[in-house]
């Protein structure tokens, strides 16, 4: 009982000082309790809490420029209400909406509208391949599609495959066609109505990566106020501040720093595209102070000539918050050298939320670390018996944290130890606790009798002055049953690299059984759109 009083005491002041909570009028206070009866805390809560909150505040910028947090709330239920109209006929309910949109107003208004109408919004990924998509829609179960006009011909093996699949066009260049629905037409057509309340909570679908596989969808709750607080004390978020959020919507690490920035008040500034000098540009232009990114967008940051970096101070920034993907060491130190000491590195699990993160300390102690856990969140790397090893010491990663995980979409589950969720990736910890991320549990490859995490290699071969990106997976080899193959992009600019060159930069800093056999040089290594390297797309690879 003591303890709960002090974590709930600690939530109290963590909220208070970042401008979480404040005071408000007494009218307020009960509108805000009696969305959290209706609602809950689900994903979106925070929108319409920020609604009453801040109501004409500006809650979102993007290229068509700034919508108040009540005009977000007004969109959603007359865009809820539109989609009752068209797809929910003969009384069925809209029970999943698949949302293929960039960043912009209309995802975000296609997730409140789901929240409304108390179905799963299934965020897609907007690198799939048509019959990929289509594979994904299929199984969850979704018959609404909301999507930008980009991806018309992507949502064609859908629109083959699924009787009666609903298609609402998001984001458009040019006018719509009559007779053909879009979110801002439904919007229009049916301003100032809301669907009839939902018997149901609207739920998020967030898909893994499927970097080399199929993508799996994974529910999950979202955490209360103290794992709010576990990150905030981590990273420094204010209330009713702003931010720009680059990294993708549809990716886990976007999605919820957007949730985060609606449940902290702050206004959203983003664009479509990723694009490294106009992300700079939006941070000076609306004086953010955070900055949220997955690691490539760092690097390509870093790699804008020194001339165009001069150009931006970044003088209002106070956080970069990073995550889905390994960082750069020579970025993340280049980015802080330039700007400040203001990168925060992530570890997450779209399964398992915020695991870890690295603050700037950590990070100058060394860039490639995954930090310290947040609080609330227990590690544990375990050898393959589940025993617990020590400092330095490869293992298994294990974690139990505030947020639940309620399961796979198509039913699998994922493994348990002790109530600790088996993350899948193997790591270690240094003497003063943070942790290392190596690999995943099943990158290791056996070559020649010796185990070898292809991760240490990439950081060695990604150390070498002209290797602008590289990746190292395990193909098979008759003789040593697994070898290492090196995919390596080359630096603008920079003088080729022989393949003996790349070689030999390992052998002078490694065991010689880590040498990749073989190096195959690309113009650029194949990302999904949350910069995640497709290892199945990589010449060579069996899928």
């Known amino acids: 009982m003591l303890h709960r009083i002090r974590t709930q005491l600690w939530v109290f002041k963590v909220l208070v000082t970042t401008r979480m909570l404040v005071l408000m009028s007494p009218a307020k206070y009960v509108r805000l309790v009696r969305i959290l009866r209706e609602q809950g805390t689900n994903a979106t809560t925070s929108f319409a809490l920020a609604a009453v909150r801040r109501p004409h505040g500006t809650g979102l910028v993007d290229e068509r420029g700034a919508l108040t947090w009540q005009e977000l709330q007004d969109r959603s239920a007359a865009l809820a209400a539109g989609l009752v109209a068209t797809a929910g006929a003969d009384d069925a309910p809209v029970e999943t909406v698949a949302i293929l949109c960039r960043n912009h107003r209309g995802f975000v208004d296609a997730l409140l509208a789901n929240s409304r109408l108390g179905g799963s919004a299934l965020l897609l990924n907007t690198g799939f391949s048509g019959p990929q998509l289509a594979d994904v829609m299929e199984r969850e179960g979704a018959r609404v599609i909301l999507y930008d006009e980009e991806f018309a011909g992507v949502v064609a093996d859908a629109r083959s495959r699924i009787d009666g699949l609903v298609e ?150 106070r956080f970069v918050s990073a995550s889905g993907s390994r960082m750069k060491p020579q970025s993340v130190i280049a980015f802080m050298d330039r700007f400040g ?84 990736d193997v790591g270690r910890l240094d003497a003063d606790g943070r942790l290392y991320v190596v690999g995943r549990d099943d990158d290791m490859i056996v070559s020649g009798g010796e185990n070898v995490y292809p991760i240490e290699v990439e950081k060695v071969l990604g150390a070498h002055p002209a290797v602008r990106e590289v990746v190292v997976v395990g193909v098979d080899d008759e003789a040593f049953g697994q070898r290492l193959a090196a995919y390596v992009a080359v630096q603008d600019g920079s003088e080729a690299p022989t393949v003996d060159d790349l070689k030999a930069h390992v052998r002078d800093r490694l065991a010689g059984y880590k040498v990749p056999r073989d190096v195959v040089f690309l113009d650029a290594l194949p990302r999904n759109a949350s910069g995640k390297i497709m290892v199945r797309e990589l010449p060579g690879v069996a899928s």
């Open 168 to 317: 609402v066009l998001g984001w458009t260049d040019s006018p719509v066609p009559a007779g053909v629905l879009s979110i801002e037409g439904l919007i229009a057509a049916h301003a100032g109505q809301a669907p009839p309340k939902p018997a149901t909570r609207g739920r998020v679908v967030l898909l893994t990566s499927g970097t080399t596989g199929t993508p799996k969808g994974a529910r999950r709750s979202g955490g209360g106020a103290d794992e709010l607080a576990g990150m905030l004390e981590m990273i420094p978020w204010r209330g009713e501040e702003t931010a720009v959020v680059a990294a993708p919507m549809f990716h886990a690490w976007g999605f919820g720093q957007l949730v985060i920035a609606a449940t902290m008040t702050t206004t959203v500034v983003t664009r479509r595209k990723f694009d490294p000098e106009a992300t700079l540009a939006l941070v000076d232009e609306h004086r953010a102070t955070g900055l949220s990114v997955v690691p490539v967008m760092l690097e390509r940051i870093m790699e804008l000539p020194p001339a165009v970096l001069d150009r931006y101070s970044l003088r209002s920034l």
């Open 341 to 424: 000491d203001v990168v925060h590195n992530s570890y997450n699990a779209t399964e398992a939320g915020q695991i870890s993160v690295a603050q700037p300390a950590d990070l100058r102690h060394a860039p490639d670390t995954a930090g310290r856990p947040v609080r609330g969140t227990l590690l544990r790397v375990v050898d393959d018996n589940g025993r617990d090893v020590g400092p330095e010491v490869v293992g298994r990663i294990l974690v139990r944290g505030a947020s639940p995980f309620d399961g796979y979409t198509a039913g699998a589950e994922k493994d348990f130890i002790d109530g600790y969720m088996v993350s899948g």
